[in-house]
């Protein structure tokens, strides 16, 4: 029987592998149903009609049609946390408060940054796009100075809001994956003994190995059935 | 006891917290931070908001700050007050989440960019980027074609009821409209204009404009 969740979109977009990784994390079954970018699938009718933007990714449930990566995962984390458990966002509305506002910080002050880094330095040479060393080294000044910021806090706190490890934390995941393990630019992470802990300590759980894992696997050729 | 406002009362994302605090009935007391001189960069504040940006919260011995991640805080904590502005059910919840998130990721970088641009630059004496406007403007004007389709189906964009997805919108929109002169972007289509003219028509976001 087909499980009931589904996510459309490469593993390897960032945006998708967030989604991935609070599935896998909140232990879910799901199916992964695959976008060709590279052929522009993503704009195609019958995709913008999951996704009007003609964005990755998009999401089904039994009863719910998705499209915004954190938008779907606090509903995964809202939807499916046990009752009484601690789920990814805390237990009450003031730890979630917390919570959200370093959702927001990723997604306000990390996101744009680390995202044009992870384009121009991860992406670009691949596609064999012409690189923009301003673009690169304004968005490097900017991701240095939120860094910083990070690095204070991780100093105070093992994680972003507070002791357990929550959505804010793995919504850094995919970004820092690639900027890490796939540019040169590693050291912004790793020269910060605190930022560095730390992702040594969110990477290395079970759920985001598995992520990078689907990302390294090869998609099936369109000539198997 | 009333929660504190740190930032200024026509800063756009400080006029997000109030606009909601406001639909909920909950009482704040803006503390105004000078941006002009920079007091938000300086020590005593960056122990308040370390990314020196305005607006933060203090409720108590409780601060917040971002403020999308303000108005879900106080949405949930008076959800029993006030404006329902997440939905009943979780699927409600969700949807308003959807929009909410649109808007932080496609639709405020475009409009942040124009009214910097063409609001506080000519201000600040800073020379304005024509292509930046242009490119900035025709994507602002292919989200807001996608909220033409939704907005043709649904009153609002997280569903029949007015909620935190539409909420978000309303003080980026009002320099659009009002002070760029790009109105045209609203109002020459038809189902965002007829949203526009109902959200800003509230007497929350009329009560924002004056203070």
């Known amino acids: 029987m087909a499980a009931p969740i589904k996510v459309f979109g490469p593993a390897m977009s960032t945006a998708t592998a967030r989604v991935l990784a609070c599935l896998l994390e909140s232990q879910l079954q799901f ?6 970018m590279s052929k522009g699938q993503h704009k195609k009718p019958e995709f913008l009609g999951i996704q009007p933007f003609g964005q990755v990714p998009a999401f089904q449930d039994e009863h719910i049609s998705l499209f915004e990566s ?3 995962c606090r509903y995964i984390v809202d939807k499916y946390t046990e009752k009484g ?4 966002l805390g237990m009450e509305t003031l730890e979630r408060a917390s919570i959200e506002q370093w959702l927001e910080a990723e997604s306000q002050s990390f996101n744009p940054p680390s995202s044009a880094l992870v384009f121009q330095l991860a992406f670009a040479p691949r596609m ?5 060393p301003n673009l690169i080294a304004q968005n490097e000044a900017k991701l240095s100075k939120v ?5 204070q806090r991780l100093g105070d706190s093992r ?7 929550t959505l804010a934390d793995l919504s850094h995941l995919p970004n820092a994956q690639y900027l890490i393990n796939a540019t040169d630019r590693a050291a912004l992470f790793t020269s910060r003994k605190n930022v560095n802990r730390w992702w040594e300590e969110i990477s290395g759980r079970t759920s985001w190995k598995k992520v990078v894992e689907m990302q390294q696997t090869p998609l099936p050729s369109s000539s198997s059935t | 006891m009333a929660v504190k406002v740190y930032g200024a009362a026509y800063a756009s994302c400080a006029r997000r ?47 917040l700050y971002e403020s999308r991640a303000i108005i879900r805080c106080y949405a949930q904590k008076y959800a029993d007050q006030g404006t329902d502005l997440l939905g009943k059910t979780l699927e409600e919840r969700a949807t308003v989440e959807q929009w909410l998130e649109v808007e932080g990721q496609n639709f405020n970088p475009h409009i942040y ?11 600040m004496g800073v020379p304005q980027d024509e292509k930046l406007i242009r490119e900035s403007e025709e994507k602002l004007g292919k989200v807001l074609d996608v909220y033409e389709e939704r907005l043709s189906k649904s009153k609002y964009l997280g569903g029949d009821f007015f909620s935190l997805a539409d909420l978000t919108h309303l003080p980026f929109t009002q320099y659009l409209v009002n002070d760029i002169g790009k109105e045209y972007l609203i109002k020459h289509r038809e189902h965002v204009k007829r949203w526009w003219e109902d959200i800003s028509n509230r007497p929350s976001w009329k009560k924002v404009l004056q203070l």
């Open chain 1, 31 to 36: 199916d992964l149903v695959p976008v060709d």
């Open chain 1, 147 to 151: 860094l910083d910021v990070y690095e």
């Open chain 1, 70 to 72: 954190r938008a779907i």
């Open chain 1, 159 to 165: 994680f972003l809001a507070g002791d357990e490890f």
């Open chain 2, 17 to 63: 917290v109030l606009a909601c605090l406001i639909e909920k009935g909950v009482d704040f007391e803006i503390i105004p931070v000078d941006l002009l001189s920079g007091e938000q960069k300086k020590p005593e504040f960056l122990k308040l908001q370390p990314f020196g940006m305005v607006p933060v919260i203090q409720d108590g011995d409780f601060t």
């Open chain 1, 85 to 88: 458990k601690r789920g990814l």
């Open chain 1, 128 to 132: 064999k796009l012409k690189q923009d």
């Open chain 2, 113 to 123: 960019t124009l009214v910097l641009q063409l609001l506080y630059f000519p201000k």
